[in-house]
């Protein structure tokens, strides 16, 4: 079966990892002392293991995941961010596409990629989910609306409607959209990054 990724974090983590088919509707249930995962066969990969990672952030910072305060959250999350997908492994292709990043971290999905670009890009994220919007964060200093504009929809819309990645600029605003359509399992969705141009 070749060395996967549950490998790695077994023998980086000192963890032990086993598959079980439970009816919880989880991921991934660990032992108290955190040294056994038991990873849902019912969830997809990207599920099982963003799990696992959260859970050993909350455990490099001391916190419990299921009583930590909104910062302590965020905190858990960033530390995921860079655990899944440390900085020195992205870094050289910071300007690949989401498509080829998805290539080369099989094990992420579309969201986490997009979401740790993010934090090493500085742009504005929006995810879209069946015209509905359940992500929208702007680390870019960008001064942007809460919502997206009407550039930022037609390209969403466009990707999801052609079920195709575009990249188009808007020169009057100097910004660029670059929009991807994703289709995971059975969900329909857009990412949609904006960027300075200059």
């Known amino acids: ?111 986490t990629i997009a979401k740790r670009l993010q934090l090493i890009k500085c742009n504005v994220l929006t995810i879209w989910h069946n015209f509905e919007i359940v992500f929208r964060k702007n680390l870019s200093g960008l001064s942007v609306n809460e919502k997206p504009d009407m550039f930022e929809i037609e390209c969403m819309k466009y990707s999801y409607k052609n079920q195709c990645s575009i990249g188009r600029g808007n020169e009057n605003r100097r910004i660029k959209c670059l929009s991807y359509f994703i289709k995971e399992e059975s969900r329909k969705k857009v990412i949609l990054f904006m960027e300075r141009t200059s």
């Open 1 to 111: 079966m070749g060395y996967s990724i549950f490998d790695k974090i077994s023998e980086q983590y000192n963890v032990q990892i086993k598959p079980v088919r439970f009816k919880k509707q989880v991921p991934v249930v660990f032992s108290e002392d955190k040294k056994i995962f038991y990873i849902n066969e019912r969830f997809s990969l990207e599920s099982q293991v963003f799990s696992i990672f959260h859970t050993l952030a909350h455990s490099q910072l001391e916190t419990i995941c299921e009583k930590s305060t909104s910062s302590e959250e965020m905190a858990a999350e960033i530390t995921t961010y860079e655990l899944l997908i440390p900085e020195n492994e992205i870094k050289n292709y910071i300007n690949d596409n989401l498509i080829k990043l998805k290539d080369i971290f099989p094990y992420c999905s579309f969201e």
